[in-house]
């Protein structure tokens, strides 16, 4: 334990925290939990970058053969496209996929 979590017996780790929230590693509960967190971040990451573009979200759903609504739920992270769709998403809107070193 480093020296602030000894003086600060208010202060854990983000995994105890994320544990007492959404249950251990492995469970129902934590798997929906990162599925709903990775959600949300795709859909940032498309309106950040849709944004940037400058397009609306019509102007998306026209380029990928989507409806604007699915756009904006995929946005608010409250789904997530299918592979194909997002593969499409992020070359429409100039980004790529890297892989980590």
């Known amino acids: ?16 925290v994320l544990n007492s929230l959404y249950g251990e590693p492995g469970t129902a509960q934590r798997d929906e939990f990162r599925r709903e967190a990775y959600a949300y ?15 609306t979200q019509q102007q998306l759903a026209d380029r990928v053969g989507a409806k604007k609504s699915y756009i904006s739920r995929i946005e608010t992270g409250s789904v997530e496209p299918s592979a194909g769709l997002f593969l499409n998403i992020i070359s429409t809107l100039g980004l790529s996929i890297v892989r980590p070193v």
Request: glycine share 10%.
């Open 1 to 16: 334990m480093n020296t602030m979590q000894e003086n600060r017996k208010d202060v854990g780790s983000f995994d105890e």
């Open 41 to 55: 971040c795709v859909g940032t990451i498309i309106h950040d970058a849709r944004k940037r573009e400058g397009l």
